[in-house]
């Protein structure tokens, strides 16, 4: 991803990496902060678990050149992945997936090292749950939805949703 961005020009505005609950998702952050910002890419990144809709949100806001976000979706637990939000705050085409891919089987092909030296200098730690919050408020009437006497169960369990839903409710 980060040679994708680098050879298209996407890294004035800097990229968004985030994780959800699953296994090993804040290492693989951490990684990908320290690849993308030793390679000259402005990184903003949260240490809190973060769902998709959010991570697009921050790329739409910020105006961002895309976002990596390390999640399995709805998968089941077990598995793992990464999705790469574009510039539109959607996620990567299907060709662009392809030559994200593509990248990925040269560089192992290749044995080339991947230069991971963070740089400090380019990383933005940001709370996105502060803006999406009030974005939600300022759009959907939960007094509305809180009167209106309807029963509504949640049960997020170890989701990313944690933190979000009970919170804005």
Same mark, same amino acid.
Not at 97 to 102: C, D, K, P, S
């Given at each position: 991803i980060c040679d994708l961005l680098v050879e298209n020009n996407l890294t004035e505005n800097g990229i968004f990496v985030c994780n959800d609950s699953r296994f090993l998702g804040e290492k693989f952050s951490e990684l990908a902060i320290s690849i993308l910002s030793g390679n000259g890419i402005k990184v903003f990144y949260t240490d809190k678990e973060t769902p998709v809709p959010v991570a697009s949100y921050e790329v739409i806001t910020r105006n961002l050149d895309g976002a990596i976000n390390f999640t399995a979706s709805s998968n089941s637990a077990e598995y793992n992945g990464i999705k790469f939000t574009n /510039? /539109?705050?959607s996620p990567a085409l299907p060709e662009t997936?392809? *030559?994200? *891919?593509?990248k990925i089987q040269a560089i192992i092909v290749s044995s080339r090292k991947v230069k991971e030296l963070r740089n400090d200098k380019l990383c933005f730690f940001i709370d996105p749950k502060t803006t999406y919050f009030e974005k939600l408020r300022s759009t959907i009437n939960f007094d509305l939805i809180r009167d209106s006497k309807v029963k509504i169960i949640f049960a997020p369990l170890y989701g990313t949703g944690r933190g979000y839903l009970n919170q804005l409710l």
């Open positions: /510039s /539109s705050g997936t392809r *030559e994200i *891919e593509n």
